[in-house]
């Protein structure tokens, strides 16, 4: 068994292949003067573990050329973020369902799925071949835990992150919430935690995703007027689309987290290991 990855997925697909002590396959990316992209893989092994971030279009379609290239193998697909799984229901009319759209392209090339923290889990019944989710929430929990912080309290900033900031908080046996959304008036809108005090203590919150950051930085600021003494963000993958780590450094948070899911300098906690055990089961 080798492992192959797109550009954007090269460290952490570095790190699966340590885990699983084998090699990597080396693959020459390059464009087309048109900017088609092209790519070429090195010697391929008869079972191959494919990794690749959905970060953005040209990550999806390197992608797909890459299981195409691996024709030759038996291949296990590992996509540590897949991109569109926001757009998981038709909201409104008109809409397509891009979480379904994108997962029915992994039809040929591919035995199996395996994502991280996919935004909604019912997604996974779009793939054509078997697909499992894995959480990286206790490895998360795990480097709060290195942190040294004195009774945090982890948060999720709304009711749908409280699943994953409950098994982030399990790791620690730490406190854990939500953040509960209530508008004062047309303007004004107050966030705190739904039924735990954040006085006098530092506050974790924690998600699956930070795209523009809005939610937590807003959160952040309401967190320190009701006493917090720190404010961190951790989420699993760190999008940070549009100045998203300064706007949120900028809001006070004392330090932003991700995984290496997507690849970035703050990448504290790796997938590698949790994706290398769901490989081997
Ligand atoms: C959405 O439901 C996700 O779980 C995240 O909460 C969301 O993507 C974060 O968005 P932003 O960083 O733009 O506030």
Redesign the pocket.
């Known amino acids: 068994m080798k492992v192959i990855s797109t550009e954007k997925s090269q460290i952490l697909a570095a790190r699966i292949a340590t885990t699983l002590n084998t090699t990597m396959v080396d693959v020459k990316f390059s464009r087309f003067p048109d900017g088609e992209l092209y790519l070429e893989a090195g010697g391929l092994d008869d079972e191959t573990v494919i990794v690749g971030s959905v970060t953005d279009n040209d990550a999806l379609v390197q992608l797909l050329l890459l299981i195409d290239a691996c024709e030759v193998s038996q291949n296990h697909l590992v996509l540590p973020y897949m991109g569109y799984a926001?757009q998981d229901k038709r909201f409104r009319d008109g809409e397509p369902i891009s979480a379904r759209a994108i997962a029915g392209l992994f039809r040929n090339g591919v035995e199996d799925c395996i994502t991280v923290n996919i935004?909604e889990p019912a997604v996974l019944k779009y793939f054509p071949v078997p697909a499992t989710n894995i959480s990286l929430a206790g490895d998360m929990g795990a480097c709060i835990g290195t942190m040294g912080l004195s009774n945090p309290l982890i948060l999720g900033?709304d009711d749908?992150?409280l699943a994953f900031a409950q098994g982030v908080a399990a790791a620690g046996g730490w406190d854990c919430d939500h953040l509960e959304k209530t508008r004062l008036s047309g303007v004004e809108v107050k966030m705190a935690p739904k039924k735990l005090c954040a006085a006098s203590r530092p506050v974790v919150i924690v998600?699956?995703?930070?795209?523009?950051?809005?939610?937590?930085a807003t959160a952040a600021k309401m967190l320190y007027q009701q006493g917090a003494t720190d404010v961190y963000a951790g989420c699993v993958h760190g999008v940070l689309i549009g100045g998203?780590y300064v706007h949120l450094k900028a809001s006070g948070i004392r330090d932003v987290f991700c995984s290496d899911t997507i690849e970035r300098g703050c990448s504290r906690l790796s997938a590698a290991a949790s994706i290398a055990a769901a490989l081997r089961s």
């Open positions: 926001r935004h900033p749908g992150a998600d699956d995703i930070i795209s523009t950051g809005g939610t937590i998203a």
